[in-house]
């Protein structure tokens, strides 16, 4: 009864993936910015003599001084028929950027143009050590390195044990949307991640929220817990969360603050039965239940219940990505936030 | 004599810039890929478990395997109204990413909306190890990392001993065309570069020349060189030059190769009498008089000595950017690519 009902809100119809309009986009502006951030000093180190281009002319580079760090990258588009009522920010997963929803792996139209062409203004960042807003020797512990077939297994493609370096012997879920004739490019994407950098992270995105909002915000796995920690920082100003796939929820005792404002949270295929996935999922769920129960506005849906099969843990990337698409936006003006 | 028939063929009025026009953007298609790069493998390391997410569920990384490395990312747009009759490349400068050509730090129009306003489908990248590039641990050496006064200096803002932590008492060049109010933004767009890695970043640059050339290639200080070295590799697809500030010219031995190909060379104000500057610019002088006594097609332009003072070595970012961007466009215009 409670699915069939979220289907008739939804107003899916199964399959009824499209591709993007080729029409022209209009854009009343677009520009980047970087926020947030700390300048540090570093003292007693000594004074190099550097050669930035070989056979080029030697420059003094004296390493001690005050440091930039821990700064965010955002890059935005404003379409001139503006619908969304606020802005729109889109906040990538942990070992990616904000690529991940421009144009998918596979050359398709992404999120990015499918959310400004239904007129949001739209802001994508890349989180603070990750991608254009660089980083420095400054942060705690390692970087993360991924090797190319990690994803494979951890993001749903295929199933635990399938990945291969043979192409021909690689096995994927059946009637899976990801794009895997494109998986080298999807890697192609992928930069280090430090595991120690949740908070700094956080901050900057406070103070991307602070300049750019109120606005509805969109996170993706390793951002789900950025977004509802920025979402109980600023309830305020957060005035819809999405959570693609989110890896966290948020803080069962920071429920109150949040109440008013809706939540929309997505799970791909094969989430339920597969060995880490189903604990990620489950802690999404019984977050929900708790903030529900607090009062508050939350709708969890598996995409497969809801008709669409197949999505991997990439959701924006994945063949189908626009009917997922679809099911945000018509949420989003369910609630009021666009026309 | 030499000096006034520049003045005339570029069509310059001195002091005659002027803003972005705010009319709307209409694009045919926007989008990014990564291109270039390969795939090497590690051994013997051991399996590790990580979370992820404070709080998340385990996963265990096994950080042995294949890694893909040395990519590059690239992001295009496509103006409908097309009059640049080639893709227009724009290379950024070390220590950076393409966000120099996107809006300045004061946050006026930069290169990028500049050149798609004037019809070219215009790319721009982030070169191998920057930005969203992404970069490994299988670099050599350690990467360089830039204390925020270093640039000061280095790119002309100020004269040698001008940079003072105390805003007060920081000295810049008379009539400076830098935003100096917005160094702290600028200096947020800082990533850190290795300087070993010329040889991967020009391999990467010749995919992308390989996939959309012919082309006109814009680099910008060490991006000078990685542009004189995709022209010799690929003089057939590298249709037009532009230099600005190049820290290198191209090598003089393979001057033959690309003579058929028009180069522009820009330099700012201050650069004569740079105590470094001075043998940047003069080694491009010199390549320059090589490169045309073997019947090459170059202009070196002083922009000083065509009347346009004060642009540092991030003309791009000056408040005159648009004066120096018209020189680029008349002279491309003047040489048949664009309308």
Redo the contacts between chains.
Sequence with gaps: MRRSMMVLALGLAAGSACAQSNE???????????VG?R?IE?TGQPVKE????????P?K????????VE?M?V?YFLP?NRRGKLPLLLWHG?GL???TY??KPD?G?GWL?YFIRKGWDTYIS?AVER??A????TLKGD????????PWE?FRIGPPGSWN?DKAKRASYPGVQFPIEAY??F??????RW?TT?EQIVAAYIELVDKVCPCVVLVHS?SG?FGYKVLEARPEKVKALVAVEP??GGDRNKVDAIKGTPILVLYGDNAKDHP?WS??RQ?GVDYAAVLKSAGGNIDVVDLPDVGIKGNSHMVMMDKNSDTVADVIQKWLVGKGLAD
Tied chains: 1, 2.
């Design positions: 022209p986009l209009l854009l009343r502006g677009m520009g980047s910015f970087h951030g300048v570093i550097v050669v930035f281009t070989p056979g080029g002319v420059a580079m004296d390493p001690n001084g005050k440091y930039q700064q990258y890059q001139q942990g950027t904000g690529v421009e144009t050359g139209g143009t890349d991608g254009r660089g980083w420095t020797n970087p993360l390195f991924l090797p190319v077939g990690d951890r370096e080298a490019q890697m192609k994407q992928a930069v280090p595991l949740d390793q817990s890896t966290l880490r604990k990620i802690g």
